[in-house]
């Protein structure tokens, strides 16, 4: 079993910056791919950005070049640096993990309870 707790998220003024933590914890599993989602009141969950076991990422479009997704596997912990924010980029954020059991080899996605970013003058 894993479990995963997010914390960082608040509000910032436009152009500003906030980082994003991430913090599995739990016993006897391997993390592979890592990630962050956004939703926002009636529209569906979005990737933002994700890292994999090897380091490579992949970033939503509008977020490239301003958001930087990273991870400290000795700390079992997938950051997110979000610098010159707009208000677009107001909302409730997920970290994802998929991860692998050792005792069984199953691999599952589990799922923080999500963070608030809301970005406002």
């Known amino acids: 079993q894993v479990q995963l707790v997010e914390s960082g998220g608040g509000l910032v003024q436009p152009g500003g910056s906030l980082r994003l933590s991430c913090a599995a914890s739990?016993?006897?599993?391997?993390?592979?791919?890592m990630g962050w989602y956004r939703q926002v009141p009636g529209k569906q969950r979005e990737l933002v950005a994700a890292i994999t076991s090897g380091g490579s990422t992949n970033y939503a479009d509008s977020v490239k070049g301003r958001f930087t997704i990273s991870r400290d596997n000795a700390k079992n912990t997938v950051y997110l640096q979000m610098k010159s924010l707009k208000s677009e980029d107001t909302a409730t954020y997920y970290c994802n993990v998929e991860a692998t059991l050792l005792l069984t080899r199953g691999s599952y996605d589990y799922w923080g309870r999500g963070t608030q970013v809301t970005v406002s003058s």
């Open positions: 739990g016993s006897l599993f391997r993390i592979n791919t």
